[in-house]
Protein backbone atom coordinates (compact mmCIF):
# COMPACT_ATOMS: atom_id res chain seq x y z
CA UNK A 1 0.00 0.00 0.00
CA UNK A 2 1.43 3.15 -1.12
CA UNK A 3 -1.69 5.99 -1.29
CA UNK A 4 0.42 8.47 -2.75
CA UNK A 5 1.41 6.02 -5.10
CA UNK A 6 -1.93 4.73 -6.27
CA UNK A 7 -2.76 8.20 -6.28
CA UNK A 8 0.08 8.90 -9.47
CA UNK A 9 -1.19 6.21 -11.37
CA UNK A 10 -4.89 7.43 -10.74
CA UNK A 11 -3.56 11.08 -12.24
CA UNK A 12 -1.84 8.76 -15.37
CA UNK A 13 -5.39 7.27 -15.95
CA UNK A 14 -7.68 9.81 -15.72
CA UNK A 15 -5.18 11.76 -18.20
CA UNK A 16 -5.07 8.77 -20.62
CA UNK A 17 -8.78 8.41 -20.11
CA UNK A 18 -9.67 12.14 -20.84
CA UNK A 19 -8.27 11.91 -24.35
CA UNK A 20 -9.54 8.13 -25.60
CA UNK A 21 -13.03 8.58 -27.02
CA UNK A 22 -14.08 5.17 -25.97
CA UNK A 23 -12.77 5.77 -22.25
CA UNK A 24 -13.98 9.54 -22.21
CA UNK A 25 -17.83 9.22 -21.49
CA UNK A 26 -16.29 6.56 -18.12
CA UNK A 27 -14.86 10.37 -16.89
CA UNK A 28 -17.92 11.49 -17.26
CA UNK A 29 -19.96 9.10 -15.83
CA UNK A 30 -17.28 9.21 -12.80
CA UNK A 31 -17.10 13.17 -12.83
CA UNK A 32 -18.57 13.32 -8.73
CA UNK A 33 -16.12 10.57 -7.50
CA UNK A 34 -13.19 12.26 -9.52
CA UNK A 35 -13.93 15.13 -7.51
CA UNK A 36 -14.21 13.28 -3.96
CA UNK A 37 -10.91 12.00 -4.50
CA UNK A 38 -9.01 14.90 -6.12
CA UNK A 39 -10.42 17.41 -2.72
CA UNK A 40 -8.45 14.63 -0.47
CA UNK A 41 -5.22 13.81 -2.24
CA UNK A 42 -3.29 15.83 0.23
CA UNK A 43 -4.67 14.06 3.17
CA UNK A 44 -4.82 10.79 2.03
CA UNK A 45 -1.00 11.00 1.26
CA UNK A 46 -0.27 12.34 5.46
CA UNK A 47 0.49 8.25 6.42
CA UNK A 48 2.65 7.96 3.88
CA UNK A 49 5.10 10.77 4.16
CA UNK A 50 5.05 10.00 7.80
CA UNK A 51 6.35 6.75 6.93
CA UNK A 52 9.19 8.69 4.42
CA UNK A 53 9.86 10.72 7.38
CA UNK A 54 10.55 8.06 9.64
CA UNK A 55 7.65 9.24 12.04
CA UNK A 56 6.23 5.78 11.60
CA UNK A 57 7.76 2.21 11.82
CA UNK A 58 7.91 0.49 8.77
CA UNK A 59 6.96 -3.43 10.04
CA UNK A 60 6.32 -6.83 8.48
CA UNK A 61 2.61 -6.39 7.08
CA UNK A 62 0.18 -8.45 5.29
CA UNK A 63 -1.31 -6.34 3.22
CA UNK A 64 -4.76 -8.33 2.42
CA UNK A 65 -6.18 -8.34 6.36
CA UNK A 66 -9.50 -9.48 5.99
CA UNK A 67 -11.35 -12.09 7.30
CA UNK A 68 -11.62 -14.54 4.67
CA UNK A 69 -7.76 -14.89 5.27
CA UNK A 70 -7.97 -16.44 8.26
CA UNK A 71 -8.51 -20.02 8.89
CA UNK A 72 -10.85 -20.69 12.12
CA UNK A 73 -11.43 -24.05 13.75
CA UNK A 74 -15.06 -25.27 12.68
CA UNK A 75 -15.89 -26.41 16.50
CA UNK A 76 -14.27 -23.78 18.71
CA UNK A 77 -13.80 -21.03 16.35
CA UNK A 78 -10.43 -20.46 17.37
CA UNK A 79 -7.69 -19.31 15.22
CA UNK A 80 -5.58 -21.96 13.33
CA UNK A 81 -3.61 -19.95 10.40
CA UNK A 82 -3.72 -16.65 8.71
CA UNK A 83 -3.07 -17.60 4.78
CA UNK A 84 -2.49 -15.49 1.71
CA UNK A 85 1.10 -14.77 2.67
CA UNK A 86 2.01 -14.14 -1.04
CA UNK A 87 1.39 -9.97 -0.29
CA UNK A 88 3.39 -9.94 3.19
CA UNK A 89 6.43 -7.19 3.07
CA UNK A 90 7.55 -4.45 4.94
CA UNK A 91 4.52 -1.81 5.26
CA UNK A 92 2.84 0.64 7.20
CA UNK A 93 0.80 -1.38 10.35
CA UNK A 94 -1.93 1.29 10.10
CA UNK A 95 -2.99 -0.05 6.32
CA UNK A 96 -3.54 -3.71 7.72
CA UNK A 97 -5.50 -2.20 10.85
CA UNK A 98 -7.32 0.06 8.49
CA UNK A 99 -8.30 -2.55 5.73
CA UNK A 100 -9.39 -4.40 8.94
CA UNK A 101 -11.82 -1.76 9.78
CA UNK A 102 -12.66 -1.31 6.01
CA UNK A 103 -13.76 -5.36 5.64
CA UNK A 104 -14.83 -5.77 9.15
CA UNK A 105 -16.78 -2.89 10.29
CA UNK A 106 -18.55 -1.79 7.23
CA UNK A 107 -22.49 -2.37 7.28
CA UNK A 108 -22.79 -3.43 3.63
CA UNK A 109 -20.98 -4.87 1.03
CA UNK A 110 -17.79 -3.95 -0.65
CA UNK A 111 -20.03 -3.17 -3.87
CA UNK A 112 -23.35 -2.45 -2.25
CA UNK A 113 -25.11 0.27 -4.86
CA UNK A 114 -27.50 1.10 -1.93
CA UNK A 115 -25.25 4.08 -0.47
CA UNK A 116 -28.04 4.91 2.61
CA UNK A 117 -26.58 1.28 3.57
CA UNK A 118 -22.78 1.87 4.13
CA UNK A 119 -21.28 3.06 7.19
CA UNK A 120 -18.94 1.65 9.54
CA UNK A 121 -20.23 0.46 12.70
CA UNK A 122 -18.53 2.09 15.68
CA UNK A 123 -19.16 -0.73 17.73
CA UNK A 124 -17.35 -3.46 15.61
CA UNK A 125 -14.93 -0.56 15.22
CA UNK A 126 -14.21 -0.53 19.23
CA UNK A 127 -13.71 -4.05 20.04
CA UNK A 128 -11.68 -4.62 17.04
CA UNK A 129 -9.32 -1.45 18.16
CA UNK A 130 -8.95 -2.81 21.48
CA UNK A 131 -8.32 -6.31 20.48
CA UNK A 132 -5.65 -4.74 17.95
CA UNK A 133 -3.94 -2.70 20.53
CA UNK A 134 -3.73 -5.32 23.44
CA UNK A 135 -2.39 -8.08 20.70
CA UNK A 136 0.05 -5.67 18.81
CA UNK A 137 1.97 -4.69 22.10
CA UNK A 138 4.74 -2.95 20.40
CA UNK A 139 2.33 0.01 19.30
CA UNK A 140 4.04 2.97 19.25
CA UNK A 141 1.81 6.09 20.65
CA UNK A 142 1.69 7.92 17.80
CA UNK A 143 0.73 4.28 15.81
CA UNK A 144 -2.30 4.39 18.19
CA UNK A 145 -2.83 7.97 17.50
CA UNK A 146 -3.03 7.49 13.99
CA UNK A 147 -5.06 4.53 13.55
CA UNK A 148 -8.31 6.10 12.39
CA UNK A 149 -6.66 7.47 9.93
CA UNK A 150 -5.07 4.49 8.86
CA UNK A 151 -9.15 2.87 9.08
CA UNK A 152 -10.18 6.11 6.45
CA UNK A 153 -6.77 6.43 4.41
CA UNK A 154 -6.86 2.25 3.33
CA UNK A 155 -10.93 3.11 2.74
CA UNK A 156 -9.99 5.79 0.16
CA UNK A 157 -7.02 4.32 -1.14
CA UNK A 158 -9.02 1.28 -2.30
CA UNK A 159 -11.78 3.63 -3.45
CA UNK A 160 -9.18 5.29 -5.53
CA UNK A 161 -7.76 1.67 -7.43
CA UNK A 162 -12.03 0.62 -8.11
CA UNK A 163 -12.52 4.56 -9.56
CA UNK A 164 -8.75 3.99 -11.54
CA UNK A 165 -9.82 0.77 -13.06
CA UNK A 166 -13.46 2.21 -14.18
CA UNK A 167 -11.48 4.74 -16.33
CA UNK A 168 -9.30 2.43 -17.39
CA UNK A 169 -11.49 -0.01 -18.75
CA UNK A 170 -11.49 -2.75 -16.02
CA UNK A 171 -8.56 -4.16 -17.02
CA UNK A 172 -7.57 -5.21 -13.15
CA UNK A 173 -10.35 -6.32 -10.85
CA UNK A 174 -12.80 -8.86 -11.86
CA UNK A 175 -16.14 -7.01 -12.88
CA UNK A 176 -19.32 -9.06 -12.95
CA UNK A 177 -21.64 -6.43 -14.53
CA UNK A 178 -21.01 -3.19 -16.43
CA UNK A 179 -20.36 -0.45 -13.98
CA UNK A 180 -19.00 -3.02 -11.43
CA UNK A 181 -15.87 -0.93 -10.54
CA UNK A 182 -17.80 2.45 -10.17
CA UNK A 183 -20.41 0.95 -7.52
CA UNK A 184 -17.39 -0.78 -5.75
CA UNK A 185 -15.81 3.41 -5.91
CA UNK A 186 -18.92 4.73 -4.56
CA UNK A 187 -19.15 2.34 -1.68
CA UNK A 188 -15.93 2.71 -0.56
CA UNK A 189 -15.95 6.31 -1.00
CA UNK A 190 -19.12 6.53 1.21
CA UNK A 191 -17.90 4.47 3.83
CA UNK A 192 -14.57 6.85 3.80
CA UNK A 193 -17.28 10.03 4.15
CA UNK A 194 -18.94 7.89 7.22
CA UNK A 195 -15.48 7.45 8.69
CA UNK A 196 -14.71 11.13 8.19
CA UNK A 197 -18.16 12.21 9.94
CA UNK A 198 -17.35 9.53 12.89
CA UNK A 199 -13.91 10.94 13.31
CA UNK A 200 -14.13 12.28 16.84
CA UNK A 201 -15.94 9.49 18.00
CA UNK A 202 -13.25 7.14 16.53
CA UNK A 203 -10.47 8.84 18.40
Not at 17 to 32: F, G
Not at 180 to 203: F, G, Y
Request: proline share 3%; aromatic share 8%.
Amino acid sequence: HNTVDRYRIFHETLERAKNDPELAPRVEAAKDEIAFVLEREHSAGVLQEMRDSGELPTRVTHNDTKLNNVLLDKDTRQLLYVIDLDTVMPGLSLYDYGDCIRFGAATASEDEKDLSKVHCDLHLFEVFTKGFIESCKGLTDLEIEMLPVGARTITLELGVRFLTDWLDGDKYFATKYPGHNLDRCKSQLALALDMESEREQMK
